[in-house]
Nanobody, 118 residues
Framework: QVQLVESGGGLVQPGGSLRLSCAAS????????MGWYRQAPGKQRELVAS???????NYADSAKGRFTISRDNAENTVYLQMNSLKPEDTAVYFC????????????WGQGTQVTVSS
């Protein structure tokens, strides 16, 4: 199994920045992709950004040009740098990991709240 722990959320003013971190533990060598999702009140969970083991990235249109996903393989950590934050970015942000042990599985973190407000 893979366990994920997020950190770095908080309250920030519009236009500000935050960096989220997601530390993975457990069967980390089986992970082939990690990502950040978010869920705002009353809305479905949506992909924000993802990164593969090889370093390929994918972003939601709302995140392009403002958010950057990166990974530190030595620390088994994935980051989401969020700049130029808007009130509509307010949500609970979840880290996930897709890994394969025989078949594919997905693990989720507990989520971290990001609130963008003046």
């Amino acid at each position: 199994q893979v366990q994920l722990v997020e950190s770095g959320g908080g309250l920030v003013q519009p236009g500000g920045s935050l960096r989220l971190s997601c530390a993975a533990s457990g069967n980390i060598f089986s992970i082939y992709a990690m990502g950040w999702y978010r869920q705002a009140p009353g809305k479905q969970r949506e992909l924000v950004a993802s990164i593969t083991r090889g370093g390929s990235t994918n972003y939601a249109d709302s995140a392009k040009g403002r958010f950057t996903i990166s990974r530190d393989n030595a620390e088994n950590t994935v980051y989401l740098q969020m700049n130029s934050l808007k009130p509509e970015d307010t949500a609970v942000y979840f880290c996930n990991a897709d890994y394969r042990v025989g078949r594919s599985y997905t693990s989720w973190g507990q989520g971290t709240q990001v609130t963008v407000s003046s």
